[in-house]
T-cell receptor, first 116, second 115 residues
Framework: AQKITQTQPGMFVQEKEAVTLDCTYDTSDPSYGLFWYKQPSSGEMIFLIYQGSYDQQNATEGRYSLNFQKARKSANLVISASQLGDSAMYFCAMRDFNSGYSTLTFGKGTMLLVSP | DAGVTQSPTHLIKTRGQQVTLRCSPKSGHDTVSWYQQALGQGPQFIFQYYEEEERQRGNFPDRFSGHQFPNYSSELNVNALLLGDSALYLC??????????????FGEGSRLTVL
């Protein structure tokens, strides 16, 4: 069975600094995808970044990058130059391709607070 | 181009009642998945609809049912509501040809409170 582990319930960072949010995963399937979502207090799940298991390079999207270490089964999110608007819950999720269906397994999330 | 839209955004029901939540997928998407997110938890997969049929289901009782219409929009129905059904219900849309990509987007959710 798939499992996503986010060990940091909360993280604090000062504005303009970089922060890393940890995510480890467990799957026996060779083909999978890893997602990071941001969820502000409004509830919407906002897509940030995606990494396929066969992608050769780490994914980047603006200030977001994914530090993908396949052998260690980790997919940490790095946010550079934090902004006050980055304060939110962050979820790591995995999609299993073997089933052929695009369903996601989520971690419990990390609350990020950015201070001035 | 509208993203994933859900309605209603908030609703309050009492135990034993029934509720229907609605979702319109992003344009070009043909697959709709529903997730339940309890307070302080990550979302849990309920079920997924494609071509008007439920093609995968998570660990939820039969009180949870759904439907997909020819225009790809979807409904989630919950019967005999329990206090524990209080949660944020999220709809996600994707397209079958995009299974190997990151194209999976969520709506803003419907927040259900059961009293």
């Amino acid at each position: 069975a798939q499992k996503i582990t986010q060990t940091q319930p909360g993280m604090f960072v000062q504005e303009k600094e970089a922060v890393t949010l940890d995510c480890t995963y467990d799957t026996s399937d060779p083909s999978y995808g890893l997602f990071w979502y941001k969820q502000p207090s409004s509830g919407e799940m906002i897509f940030l970044i995606y990494q396929g298991s066969y992608d050769q390079q780490n994914a980047t999207e603006g200030r977001y990058s994914l530090n993908f270490q396949k052998a260690r089964k980790s997919a940490n999110l790095v946010i550079s130059a934090s902004q006050l608007g980055d304060s939110a819950m962050y979820f790591c999720a995995m999609r299993d391709f073997n089933s052929g269906y695009s369903t996601l397994t989520f971690g419990k999330g990390t609350m990020l607070l950015v201070s001035p | 181009d509208a993203g994933v839209t859900q309605s209603p955004t908030h609703l309050i029901k009492t135990r034993g009642q029934q509720v229907t939540l609605r979702c319109s997928p992003k344009s070009g998407h043909d697959t709709v998945s529903w997730y339940q997110q309890a307070l302080g938890q990550g979302p849990q997969f309920i079920f997924q609809y494609y071509e008007e049929e439920e093609r995968q289901r998570g660990n939820f009782p039969d009180r949870f049912s759904g439907h997909q219409f020819p225009n790809y929009s979807s409904e989630l129905n919950v019967n005999a509501l329990l206090l524990g059904d209080s949660a944020l219900y999220l709809c996600a849309s994707s397209w079958v040809g995009g299974e190997n990509t990151g194209e999976l987007f969520f709506g803003e959710g419907s927040r259900l409170t059961v009293l």
